[in-house]
């Protein structure tokens, strides 16, 4: 990880309007019912960086609003480059975004006063104490109202765990610490939309079930919650949502548990009967029958009545311990997607 900075807010001047999601230009376009309900949007939307690399290409994303969404990619696919053109930090080569409804980056003055984010770690003063940078970091957003500055603070660090370590230097904070103290800033102020580049990067399984808790807390009150992360088991943990990249291209959006449902699940059988089995199940239609090393019998998840295949093992004599169908994860999902492992250095 590079030297830590944060994308904040600050210099927006008006409000936006919550029930204006879409604004004149949009109405003239053929607007489709997902991208009216829809806190990002992007099309076609493309980055070629000045060296000749190409990004992100030509991608489609749609975030619901009230989602949490995992935007899920190896290193380097072209993750942290989206966010920053949705963020209105870069732009665009071609193609389109909107966020909460404006395109961007030309909203932005009105966009990101409503958009909390935190990009490749916090950037902090190490010589302040946690309260200090927060009530520093506010006071440098226009848009913050001074005299609820103390309160917001107090409650930012409450919400992060941090209140107990809020006088201590932010040097001697712990790397968790640190990523929690940029969250406390993103949440400063009520958000619609939370934009986490890698929110547990370097973080240890404590730190991250914290910052997860935090994220359902936020998605429960309405905020949607836009996550970047590599760690598939952390997008099924907390997301409602997943789109994944893969080298600049989208390879698949939707819900959490329709891309995980588009992968079948396998019938597992344990028995000390297993040719016996194997030999009534593919009686019985089932596919990909394979006798397992540790003897459990598996295939591939009948369509029909499993109740049925139960009791043809039964009347064959088969001794069944144990029978059910093991559930295919997003990454069951990834792998037959891409044909690949999601093996990513960490
Ligand atoms: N400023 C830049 N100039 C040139 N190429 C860049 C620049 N930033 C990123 N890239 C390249 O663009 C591609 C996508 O990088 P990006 O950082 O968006 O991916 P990522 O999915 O966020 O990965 P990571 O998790 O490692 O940050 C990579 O090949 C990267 O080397």
Redesign the pocket.
């Known amino acids: 990880m590079g030297e830590p900075s944060t994308t904040s807010v600050t210099d927006a001047t008006s409000a936006l309007d919550a029930t204006s999601a879409t604004d004149a230009t949009s109405a003239t376009d053929a607007t489709s019912a997902l991208e009216d309900g829809a806190v990002i949007h992007t099309r076609a939307l493309t980055?070629r960086?000045?060296?000749g690399?190409l990004?992100?290409d030509g991608l489609d994303l749609t975030v619901p609003a009230g989602s949490v969404f995992g935007f899920l990619?190896?290193?380097?696919?072209?993750?942290?480059?989206?966010?920053?053109m949705l963020m209105g930090l870069i732009a665009p080569t071609s193609g389109a975004a909107r966020v909460l409804g404006q395109p961007m980056p030309r909203a932005s003055r009105t966009v990101l006063p409503h958009v909390g984010a935190l990009i490749e770690g916090p950037a902090l003063y190490g010589f302040l104490s946690g309260r200090e940078n927060l009530t520093r970091y506010d006071a440098a957003d226009p848009t913050a109202d001074p005299r609820t500055r103390r309160s917001r603070v107090e409650a930012a660090l409450e919400r992060v765990g941090l209140a107990a370590a809020a006088g201590k230097k932010a040097k001697a904070y712990s790397l968790g610490m640190k990523q929690r103290l940029g969250l406390a800033a993103a949440l400063l102020q009520p958000r619609r939309l939370l934009v986490l580049?890698?929110p547990t990067n370097g973080l240890d399984p404590q730190g991250m079930r914290e910052i997860r808790a935090l994220i359902r807390e936020l998605a429960a009150e309405g905020t949607t919650v836009f996550l970047?992360s590599?760690l598939l088991d952390e997008i099924e943990q907390v997301c409602t949502h997943a789109a994944v990249?893969a080298q600049?291209r989208l390879i698949t959006q939707g819900t959490v548990s329709d891309l995980a449902a588009g992968t079948r699940g396998r019938l597992v059988v344990t028995t000390p009967d297993a040719a016996e089995a194997a030999r009534v199940l593919k009686e019985r239609g089932v596919g990909d029958v394979v006798v397992t090393d540790d003897g459990r019998v598996t295939g591939e998840a009948p369509d029909g009545e499993l109740a049925d295949l139960t009791a043809a093992l039964v009347e064959m004599g088969v001794r069944v311990r144990g029978f059910g169908v093991e559930r295919a994860s997003l990454e069951d999902a990834f792998v037959a997607l891409t044909g690949e492992g999601f093996d990513v250095a960490g």
């Open positions: 980055k960086y000045r060296g690399q990004a992100v990619g190896p290193n380097g696919s072209g993750k942290t480059t989206t966010i920053r580049d890698e970047s590599h990249m600049g």
